[in-house]
């Protein structure tokens, strides 16, 4: 069983529409979680990290079971500029934030 | 600012030759990741530095593959001999002010291997 998984799509989404990724870890004892957003032929960015309470950043909110393993992404009144492969990652390290597991992502494509 | 650098952006050597990656950090970070990326098994952690020394290099596939940091400024990874299997995008990151913070990534060598 992969230590990261995440359906990998594609989702195909009309513009304005709600989206929502799920990701399920297997090692109870990870640390910290995060959304990382990978354009195409790009580098891996922070979208945000995901805190036990749940958090929101603009159109974005993450949430995090800890008891079910599961972090999930919901992105609201989608544009466009939000097509591109999202990562979700664990952190395996008990100090800092060093030891990354990152899933293979799902594919996200707005549609006009 | 620069970004995380690397170099070079695209590679594309035969079987049985050294490669070798170049990555220049942030100036000021403190940690510095190399990792691959390919669409099987996604974006795996090779080895990490803390202050030039390596910490963790338990994602290092096998002895053919070698990570030096001489230097806060920079680092390489040296595949020798290259294997077809070996091609991948391969991303340097680097964070700073200890390692909680975020990792920021360079824009990966794309290295082919024929």
């Known amino acids: 069983r992969k230590e990261v998984e995440q359906d990998p799509g594609p989702f195909n989404v009309p513009e304005g529409a709600t989206v929502a990724f799920n990701c399920t870890y297997s090692n109870s004892a990870s640390q910290s979680f995060f959304w990382y957003r990978q354009d195409c032929r790009k580098e891996p960015k922070l979208l945000m990290s995901?805190?036990?309470s749940g958090n929101e950043d603009g159109r974005f909110t993450a949430q995090l079971n800890r008891a079910s393993q599961y972090i999930s992404l919901l992105i609201r009144d989608s544009k466009l500029s939000d097509s591109a492969t999202y990562l979700c990652v664990v952190n395996r390290a008990h100090f800092g934030n060093e030891k990354l597991t990152f899933g293979t992502g799902t594919r996200l494509t707005i549609i006009p | 600012d620069a970004g995380v650098i690397q170099s070079p952006r695209h590679e594309v050597t035969e079987m049985g030759q050294e490669v070798t990656l170049r990555c220049k950090p942030i100036s000021g970070h403190d940690y510095l990741f190399w990792y691959r990326q390919t669409m099987m098994r996604g974006l795996e952690l090779l080895i990490y530095f803390n202050n030039n020394v390596p910490i963790d290099d338990s994602g290092m596939p096998e002895d053919r593959f070698s990570a030096k940091m001489p230097n806060a400024s920079f680092s390489t990874l040296k595949i020798q001999p290259s294997e077809p299997r070996d091609s991948a995008v391969y991303f340097c990151?680097?964070?700073?002010?200890?390692?909680?913070?975020?990792?920021?990534f360079g824009p990966g060598t794309r290295l082919t291997v024929l």
């Open positions: 990151a680097s964070s700073g002010l200890g390692s909680y913070n975020e990792q920021f």
């Open positions: 995901v805190y036990s």
